[in-house]
């Protein structure tokens, strides 16, 4: 199942730790807050959730997660990702897998019509990840500060995401 896939990371606020170590190790400059984050693997037909990462702090790189996940080394030769922006270096690490990730555009440049066209037809694609992290989102214990330990973070975002998988097989 993980020859072709989705990879994207979402960020979830936590309550601010009352120590001042924890604060700066949770602590994610883009959101501007304290957060934790998760990474998915999503299958780009079915849109089910492959895998899910472990939960980490917030200011970690999408890409740093993705090379720090055990995941990567089961992936099978030749296995194709898409990713956003952040992934973008990820091939040279791992040279088994081919990552499609839309071209930036040049320092006071433009992109031409066809790199234009290109990356509306991997944004296409992508947003598939981005519906069942929207789907998770609405359950609020993700969506919401979370309030519990920090150990069992990662329990309700793997629950939530069993019952996304479970609602997709009934389809």
């Excluded at 472990?54 to 089961?74: A, N, S």
């Excluded at 329990?155 to 069993?162: C, G, L, R, V, Y």
Aim: aromatic letters at 8%; charged letters at 30%.
């Amino acid at each position: 199942g993980l020859k072709n896939f989705i990879v994207d990371a979402t960020e979830r606020p936590i309550r601010r730790p009352k120590d001042k170590t924890k604060q700066q190790h949770y602590y994610s400059g883009k959101k501007k807050q304290h957060t934790i984050k998760n990474q998915l693997l999503v299958h780009p037909q079915t849109r089910k959730i492959l895998a899910v990462s472990e939960t980490v702090e917030g200011k970690r790189h999408d890409k740093q997660l993705m090379e720090d996940d055990p995941l990567i080394q089961k992936f099978p030769p030749h296995a194709t990702g898409m990713g956003d922006s952040a992934y973008l270096k990820s091939q040279e690490l791992h040279p088994w897998l081919t990552m499609i990730i839309p071209e930036k555009k040049p320092p006071k440049g433009e992109l031409t019509d066809t790199q234009k066209a290109n990356n509306r037809e991997i944004s296409k694609i992508r947003v598939r990840a981005e519906h069942p992290i929207a789907y998770l989102k609405h359950f609020n214990i993700l969506a919401h500060k979370f309030r519990s330990d920090l150990d069992y973070a990662h329990q309700p975002f793997q629950t939530i995401a069993a019952v996304y998988n479970f609602t997709r097989n009934c389809q």
